[in-house]
C-alpha cells in the first residue's frame, strides 16, 4: 500500500460519518430499503441492523448495498446476494464492477445485490487510526517478513495495530464475526422480501456462505461457495493446531499457491514462444528469485518519477496475485522475463504499472483495509498467542511449500495480539448441519489462495451438499475463470435450484497462453477487491 492510494481514500472516510446509527431511526427488518440511483442502472441503499444480536433493540450498524436489478422482473425469482471474499472485501464495488458481466439467465432472474459486511467500508467501518497517514505508517515496509529482523518488524507493526483498534476500533471491533454477518444475511433477506435466501459467496465468502447453512439451514433456496476455505482449518485448526498454526497456515494457502505455480511453469513451458518465459520457467523463476534476495532491481514509479527498489518479497506478492486470474500469466511471464533480463528501471516500471492497472489497483478500493481484513479474521479464528510459534509455523511453512510459505503464514499475523473482546459471539461449528436444500461447493483444482481441498472438506462435512470441481487455474470459478461448463452449471442451480450431477468436473478450454482460447477476463478488476494485504501491497508498491 501506498502513501498514494491511502490519500485517495482519505475522502471516503470522510464521508461515512458516524459508525453507528441511532437505535431510535432503526427498525431493522420492518421496510424495504429506500433505493436510490447511483448510475449505470445500479441502485444503492443503507440499512440499519443491529450491533449485537444479543441487544437487537440496542445500538445500530449500517450496512451498505448496491443492487442491478433483474433485467426480466416479470420472471424475477429474488435477490442474489453476493460475497466477493477477502475477508474486508467490498460487495458494493464487486457487484458494481463484475455485474453487468453476469450471465443473462441469472440477470434476467435476480436482482444482484453487494453489500459491503459489517465493520467494512460503507457498512459501519472499523477505523482504528485518526488518519489514513496514520493507518499507513502502522505497516512494516514489506510485504511479509522473509528475515529475523523483518519478523521483529512486524511484530511490532502487529502491536501497533493491535494497540489502535484497542483503543480507538469503538463497539464495532467486538462485533465483526461471521456469524454476525451471517445474522446480518437473513437480516437483508427479509428486508430484500426474499422468503428464502439466495447466496454466492466466493472465498472468504464460502465461510460466511457455509456458517449461515449451518446457523440458518433451512432459511435458503440456493447457496453457492466457490473458492472454498475449509471451516475447520479457517476456525479452531485440528487438535491442537490453534496452538502452534496461524490460520494463514492452516487453510493449505501455500499449498494450493505451490501447485499453481507449477501449472503455470509447466504451461509457459508447453506455450514455447507463446510465453515470454518458457524454456526451463522454474528453473529460471528459482534464479530470479534467488538473485533479487541479495540484490533488488530498481524500479522507476512512472506516475511519480520515484526509483524505488522491487524486493524478493515483492516478486513472491506479485506472482502470487497474477496467479490469482489464469488471463493474467501472459503478463506475468513478461515481467519475469524483464527482470530477469536486468531492464531499464524505467521500462520496469511502466510494465508494474501496466499489470497493476489490470487488477484494478490504480485507485483505492475500500478505505479500511489496514484493519478490516483482521477485523474479520481475528474475530473468527483461534490462533498461537507465542511469536515465536508463528515464527516456527513459517519457517516449516516455507520448508513444505516453498515460494509462498512465508506470505501465507504472516497473513493475519496481527490475530496473536487482536483485542480479546474481539469475536464474542463467534461460530466455531460445527460444520456439518443439514440442510433444507443443497448447497453447491465449487473447486479449482488449481487455486493458488483456496486450494481444491476446502472444496472437498466442505461438501463432506455439509450432508446435503453436490461438489462441482473444475481442473483449471486461478482463484475461484463462477464468472471469474470464464468457463463455460461452469457458468451454466452454477447458473442453472441459482435458476432451478438443482445441482449438477454427483461427480461433475469441468475442463478448462484451452491454454492460459493461447490467446484465442484465454479467458475473457471481465472481472479481473473486481479480483482486486480481494487481494490478500500482502498481494495488494506487493502490486501497488512499485
Known amino acids: 500500500m501506498t502513501r498514494l492510494r491511502l490519500v485517495l481514500a482519505a475522502a471516503v472516510i470522510a464521508a461515512l460519518g458516524g459508525t453507528l446509527v441511532a437505535p431510535a431511526a432503526a427498525s431493522a427488518g420492518n421496510g424495504p430499503p429506500g433505493?436510490?440511483?447511483?448510475?449505470?442502472g445500479f441502485q444503492c441503499a443503507t440499512v440499519p441492523a443491529?450491533?449485537?444480536?444479543d441487544h437487537p433493540r440496542g445500538a445500530q450498524i449500517a450496512l451498505s448495498l448496491i443492487r442491478l436489478p433483474a433485467s426480466d422482473p416479470a420472471h424475477r425469482i429474488g435477490s442474489l446476494l453476493i460475497n466477493p471474499g477477502g475477508p474486508g472485501g467490498s460487495g458494493v464495488d464487486f457487484v458494481r464492477a463484475a455485474g453487468p458481466y453476469y450471465p443473462a439467465s441469472v440477470r434476467a432472474r435476480f436482482d444482484?445485490?453487494?453489500?459491503?459486511?459489517?465493520g467494512i467500508y460503507r457498512s459501519s467501518p472499523l477505523l482504528c487510526f485518526d488518519s489514513l497517514e496514520q493507518a499507513m505508517a502502522s505497516l512494516p515496509p514489506f510485504p511479509?517478513?522473509?528475515?529475523?529482523?523483518?519478523?521483529q518488524q512486524q511484530r511490532a507493526a502487529d502491536g501497533r495495530l493491535a494497540a489502535a483498534c484497542a483503543s480507538h476500533g469503538g463497539a464495532i471491533r467486538d462485533h465483526m464475526s461471521s456469524a454476525d454477518a451471517a445474522r446480518d444475511l437473513d437480516l437483508l433477506r427479509r428486508v430484500l422480501g426474499d422468503r428464502k435466501l439466495t447466496y454466492l459467496g466466493y472465498s472468504y465468502g464460502s465461510l460466511l456462505g457455509q456458517t449461515y447453512a449451518n446457523l440458518f439451514p433451512h432459511n435458503f433456496r440456493a447457496l453457492v461457495i466457490d473458492g472454498v476455505v475449509d471451516p475447520v482449518a479457517w476456525s479452531t485448526g485440528r487438535g491442537t493446531q490453534a496452538l502452534t498454526t496461524p490460520v494463514g497456515t492452516r487453510i493449505g494457502s501455500a499449498d494450493g499457491?505451490?501447485?499453481t505455480l507449477g501449472e503455470f511453469f509447466r504451461l509457459c513451458d508447453a506455450a514455447g514462444s507463446g510465453c515470454a518465459f518458457s524454456g526451463g520457467a522454474s528453473r529460471r523463476f528459482a534464479a530470479l528469485a534467488g538473485r533479487l534476495l541479495d540484490h533488488p532491481a530498481q524500479v522507476v514509479n512512472p506516475a511519480t518519477g520515484q526509483t524505488i527498489t522491487?524486493?524478493?518479497?515483492?516478486l513472491i506478492g506479485l506472482t502470487l496475485g497474477d496467479l490469482y486470474r489464469a488471463s493474467t500469466w501472459a503478463d506475468l511471464a513478461s515481467i519475469l522475463a524483464y527482470l530477469e533480463g536486468q531492464v531499464s528501471p524505467a521500462v520496469l516500471g511502466e510494465k508494474l504499472a501496466a499489470n497493476r492497472a489490470r487488477f484494478g489497483l490504480t485507485a483505492a478500493y475500500y478505505a479500511n483495509d489496514v484493519e478490516g481484513s483482521p477485523g474479520v479474521t481475528c474475530s473468527d479464528t483461534l490462533n498461537p498467542r507465542s511469536f515465536g510459534a508463528w515464527q516456527r509455523s513459517a519457517d516449516r511453512n516455507?520448508?513444505?511449500?516453498?515460494?509462498?510459505g512465508r506470505v501465507w503464514n504472516w497473513t493475519w499475523s496481527s490475530c496473536r495480539v487482536w483485542p480479546a473482546g474481539a469475536g464474542q459471539d463467534r461460530y466455531?461449528?460445527?460444520?456439518?448441519t443439514r440442510t433444507a436444500a443443497p448447497v453447491l461447493v465449487v473447486g479449482n483444482y488449481f487455486d493458488p489462495a483456496t486450494r481444491y481441498q476446502g472444496a472437498v472438506t466442505a461438501s463432506q462435512l455439509l450432508p446435503n451438499s453436490r461438489l462441482l470441481s473444475y481442473a483449471g487455474w486461478g482463484h475461484a470459478a463462477y464468472l471469474l475463470a470464464g468457463n463455460v461448463c461452469v457458468n451454466d452449471n452454477v447458473s442453472t442451480y441459482l435458476v432451478t435450484g438443482e445441482p449438477p450431477a454427483a461427480g461433475t468436473v469441468c475442463r478448462p478450454e484451452g491454454s492460459p497462453f493461447d490467446a484465442s482460447s484465454a479467458a475473457d477476463a471481465v472481472a479481473v478488476s473486481a479480483t482486486g477487491v480481494v487481494l490478500p494485504a500482502a498481494v495488494r501491497q506487493a502490486l501497488h508498491a512499485n
Open 35 to 40: 433505493w436510490s440511483d447511483c448510475g449505470n
Open 50 to 53: 443491529p450491533l449485537d444480536y
Open 112 to 118: 444482484l445485490v453487494g453489500f459491503d459486511p459489517r
Open 144 to 151: 511479509f517478513p522473509q528475515t529475523p529482523a523483518e519478523e
Open 257 to 259: 499457491a505451490r501447485a
Open 310 to 314: 522491487f524486493t524478493y518479497n515483492d
Open 398 to 404: 516455507e520448508s513444505r511449500y516453498g515460494y509462498f
Open 428 to 432: 466455531l461449528g460445527p460444520w456439518t
